[in-house]
């Protein structure tokens, strides 16, 4: 009996062998029944490396994110990171797209993001999960629906009652599209992620392990993980989760695994987002990383069989109005999503893919497979003409009255633009109108413009000619992404707060405007078709606003449809929709100047395309190019801070701390002798560690307890050199990025000389700085000098 026993067993074993799952590469068996379970171990975290089916796994992960790919092309985009030699794919589950309002979930079309990981599976891929509920990504509020804020005193991301009501509602409708695809059924997810970099956010493990309960509780026996920074993993991670780290191109690898090999010297590495490029934001240079600095980074991973997810691999777009905005103070970025990644935002291999392609195919055994074949050719598309078919009024949702001006939330209306109308009192002299406006706010006087308050430059006030009683002051507030990174995503939008007029006549007069009527005009193609309808008939006195601004249309014809990328350049800031989908947002100061279309929304024959232009055009043409341009800015002024009124005279200060910074990488803290008040930080950089370039990538400072200090108002004053041509501008130096970095011209003289805003008087203890975090911190400070004043 026992040799039958041991026969069975062998040939059981054999059999195991032999099963498409259990290979090292990344075949699955597309045959097998998603809801019989596997007869093996799954996925888990082995003595040194993960196992898959019992055998040593190395994770090669491709990030994708399913909402900026067109449905038509997702298996086109899988079948490339395959080709790049790629085994799995990791995606985010963006809880904001599938439950656009409360206890409405969509999980079809676009937001199935089960057909997705199904067509994963089927071109032998698998797959990581990571369904927040806080993803960041760039995305719209961080992926958490804008409804939340309807609850003003919410806690975002804690363990407040009514969030994590929401977020365990939304976590198991997941789990019904997601559970039954985990290898352990014969699907093909291996890990699920629990949060998302929460370090940068807080330290509350309570609030941590009840999202990993609540997945443990819909998902069953799958691996869980969570991700941070090497500088921050401690605060928040969890004995029984999967650690993983989170560092970029030209990162020092062993340095950002070094903590976490003394605590968990057994366990296996990897790197969960490996940043191949960076991301855009309105009024900045488009970002670039070095390709060859990327490959050797995934070169040296994986010789030591350290596992990766390269984020991203493919961007795509954030298409409509899913771009979100960074903080501190207020970044919104753009609608590419391009990244500088291997594969472009168009679907195209780059320099980068080449690269990695040939690197990786060192680490398979069996041939990379051929690049598939593009969906749509690259097409262009002759200059046309849109005409003004209606006002931004007439596309008016809803229309309120009330004493205090509302918010977006308050209307009901998630994204979008907001009219405030607001008759004026007698004012004989020049005023200053006041407001905390969010984000991009137009002032009108009897639809005659006089001004802009825009929250990117913290813009709060606008000087008013004199006026009479009874004027009518209109106030459009366009607002752009909510805040998608740290504290600041509670990210309100419209009016905020009072909004009052002052005059100085030696004696200070204020009046607190009163009374508001607010039109609530969201950036749908719905409400732009209701517009141009209401505009074909008779529009009433209340759908008129300044002219200009509102929608643009035109038709044009196609003999070859093809993916293509409309240029914006003529035009002022808004939304572009082409056979009712929507692109995404245009802003003229750049870098983005054109909008990618994919081919497969356009058709043979006749196409619509409708232009919502917030500040209006003069030359309302459009036409189509074969080549993005992502990189062409269009500003009022240079991004530096070098004017030279804004240097303070430093000679008779006397500085709170002089020293040498040490070599090497990580974070290092000065105290001072003694707390010092004041609201500006002057760092003098008298020299560097290697006589290269100063860079910077982090600074803090710490209060009177030695805790860190808040730096959501803070503003870089005067910077003595920026390299802006590299995006390395002063406020580098405080955006919460560890991998980015504040960094001098080739060609400045020592010393260098940063000064910063901090918003307010502050009382300071210390300071805390981090150089690059590249091998050997290139560019580190040596000796400086500090200034609080």
Known sequence: MMNCKRNICQLLFAMLLASPMTVTGATIDNNKKEDVP??????????????????????????????????????????MCKALGMNTICLYVFWNIHEPQMDSFDFNGQNDVAAFCRLAKKNGMYVIVRPGPYVCA???????????????????????????QRVERFEKEVAKQLSTLTVQHGGPIIMVQVENEYGSYGE??????QIRDMLRKSWGDVTLFQCDWNSNFEKNGLDDLVWTMNFGTGANIDNQFRRLRELRPDAPLMCSEFWSGWFDKWGARHETRPAKDMVEGIDEMLSKGISFSLYMTHGGTSFGHWAGANSPGFAPDVTSYDYDAPINEYGQPTEKFWLLRKTLQKY????????PKAPMPVVDIPQLKLHYAAPLSAATDTMAWSREPLTFEEMNLGWGSMIYDKELPEIKESSMLTINGHDFVQVFIDNKFVGKIDRVKNERTLVLPPTEKGQMLTLIVEGMGRINFGRAIKDYKGLLGDVTLRVDRGDILTWTLKDWRMRAVPDDYASAKKAMDKAAGKLQAADQTPEGIGYYRATFKLRKVGDTFLNMEKWGKGQVYVNGHALGRFWAIGPQ?????PGCWLKKGENEIVVLDVVGTKTPVVWGQTKPELDKLQLEKTNKHNNIGDKP??????????????????????KLDKPATGRYLALQCLDTQDGRPLSIAEIYLRDGNGERLGRDQWQVKYANSENEMGNHTGDKAFDLQESTYWQTEESAEMPHLLVIDLGKDMTVSALDYLPRMEQGAPGSLGRYRIFIY
């Open 38 to 79: 596997v007869a093996d171990n799954g996925f888990r975290a082995g003595k040194g490396t993960f196992l898959l089916n019992g055998k040593p796994f190395v994770v090669k992960a491709a990030e994708l994110h399913y909402p900026r790919i067109p449905r038509q092309y997702w298996e086109h985009r899988i079948k």
């Open 138 to 164: 760039e995305w719209e509020m961080g992926g958490l629906p804008w409804w939340l804020l309807k609850k003003k005193d919410i806690q975002l991301r804690e363990l407040d009652p009514f969030f994590m």
């Open 204 to 209: 509350n493990k309570p609030y941590i392990s």
């Open 364 to 371: 398979s055994t069996a041939k990379l497979p051929a690049l």
């Open 593 to 597: 100047q054109t909008l990618y279309c």
């Open 649 to 670: 005279d430093l000679n008779s200060a006397t500085p709170v701390a002089v020293g040498t910074m040490a070599a090497g990488n990580g974070w290092q803290s000065v």
